[in-house]
């Protein structure tokens, strides 16, 4: 993949990982953003951005963007099998020890990592979370986003026993080896891959902080690419985290 020359191991402070799904339009200017922005408060740092099975140029531009910054680590992967898919293949690869999950989008600013960094040291954090809940956000988000992830919080509530506002807005911030480690454990590909992870990051006795964003929802619909059959797809990944949790312990058990 190329990046080991540039970037060694253990010593790079921040790994940002960035899935991409059909962003051929945006990639290159979302990713040099990025660079920029982090470049204002991280001295040394590395994007992994992970093709997601992408059915457009999204890998080409993730390459050519590479080829003009070596801290860009692009990741190809052939077929669009889900996010959290995407995510554990970045993270696998990431060097950083810090990890951040980044949406493509730009819906949330990379400029929002700096504070998130600044949280998890003043806190002694393991893990920062962006809510769109917090009381200091700052969300444009649809009314029926809104309904439909209040309602599934308060279910993750009862049935994990999560002290968290919000699972699902696409930043976050880990500390390199947990998150690395957890990873390993995740089967959840697709949609309930964000409870996943913060339910095996609880298990371990992390520190999880909710922290404000500024979220600009650029999707277009009330919607954005949810279907209906996803929110039936996400609960039922939520109930098979709780079965593998709870009923096989399989998250007790050595993997392979």
């Known amino acids: 993949m190329g990046y080991q020359n540039v970037i060694e191991k253990g010593s790079c402070h921040l790994s940002v990982v960035m899935p991409a799904y059909n962003e051929a339009n945006a990639i290159y200017k979302s990713v040099l953003q990025t660079i920029e922005e982090l470049s204002n408060f991280c001295s040394c740092f590395e994007i992994v951005v992970v093709n997601d099975g992408s059915t457009d140029d999204t890998y080409e531009e993730i390459k050519k963007v590479s080829s003009v910054d070596k801290r860009v680590i692009p990741i190809n992967i052939s077929e669009n099998v889900g996010k959290g898919n995407a995510l554990k293949f970045g993270t696998k690869v990431s060097r950083g020890d810090l990890v951040a999950f980044l949406d493509a989008d730009m819906d949330l600013h990379p400029a929002q990592l700096e504070s998130f960094m600044a949280k998890m040291e003043n806190e002694n954090a393991d893990v920062v979370i962006g809510s769109k809940i917090h009381k200091d956000s700052e969300v444009d988000y649809p009314l029926q986003r809104r309904i439909i992830s209040r309602i599934y919080y308060f279910g993750l509530a009862v049935l994990f026993r999560l002290k968290v506002s919000d699972t699902q807005v696409g930043i976050k911030l880990f500390k390199g080896d947990l998150i690395r480690e957890v990873m390993e454990k995740i089967l959840v590909k697709r949609?309930?891959?964000?409870?996943?992870?913060?339910?095996?990051?609880?298990?371990?006795?992390?520190?999880?902080?909710?922290?404000?964003?500024?979220?600009?929802?650029?999707?277009?619909?009330?919607?954005?690419?949810?279907?209906?059959?996803?929110?039936?797809?996400?609960?039922?990944?939520?109930?098979?985290?709780?079965?593998?949790?709870?009923?096989?312990?399989?998250?007790?058990?050595?993997?392979?």
């Open 191 to 256: 949609f309930a891959y964000d409870v996943e992870v913060l339910v095996l990051c609880s298990k371990k006795g992390a520190k999880i902080i909710d922290h404000p964003v500024k979220l600009d929802y650029q999707r277009g619909g009330p919607w954005g690419r949810m279907r209906i059959k996803d929110l039936w797809h996400a609960a039922w990944d939520t109930m098979a985290i709780f079965y593998r949790l709870y009923i096989l312990r399989y998250y007790d058990k050595e993997q392979p």
